[in-house]
């Protein structure tokens, strides 16, 4: 099979949010909904990437910073176009994007259950940190 990795563009939603409905390993919050990934793509031009093969989306990679840090989301690729190096192409294309940007270096997260994932990061060469405890705060209510 052959694919062709291109930029995420606003048209490419539905596909994406198709596959990321099939991942394991993919959660999905309302962060994911249609209005809030065109938003992250407006304020991250350039940086987030589909594959495609014949038509189709097969992988993603959501790709994003603040400045300082990047942020990867949404490495997908569908079940039956893995071990092609889609993944791997995916990801050169944002860290490209990345190092262009002068980000120099960037975060993930990955479910603790998700071994697939694990192993595909620590095979791309990224460090776990142990050292480091995640926090989410809700921005919606007011704090108590």
């Not at 949404?74 to 990345?98: E, T």
């Not at 694990?118 to 405890?133: H, N, Q, T």
Request: proline residues 3%; hydrophobic residues 45%; glycine residues 10%.
């Amino acid at each position: 099979m052959s694919f062709v990795t291109r930029c995420f563009t606003p048209a490419d939603y539905l596909g994406a949010r198709s596959l990321w409905e099939t991942t394991d390993g993919v959660g999905l919050s309302s962060a994911d909904e249609e209005h809030a990934i065109l938003a992250y793509l407006a304020r991250n031009p350039g940086l987030s990437f589909v594959a495609e093969d014949k038509g189709n989306i097969v992988g993603t990679i959501l790709v994003g910073h603040d400045g300082r840090r990047g942020l990867i989301h949404h490495l997908a690729v569908a079940a039956s176009h893995r071990r092609q190096g889609i993944a791997k192409s995916l990801l050169d294309a944002g860290i490209a994007a990345l190092r262009e940007a002068q980000i120099e270096k960037c975060h993930l997260y990955v479910f603790e259950d998700n071994a697939n994932g694990r192993a595909f990061w620590e095979a791309a060469g990224a460090s776990r940190r142990v050292e480091l405890a995640l926090y989410s705060l809700p921005v919606a209510a007011p704090l108590s």
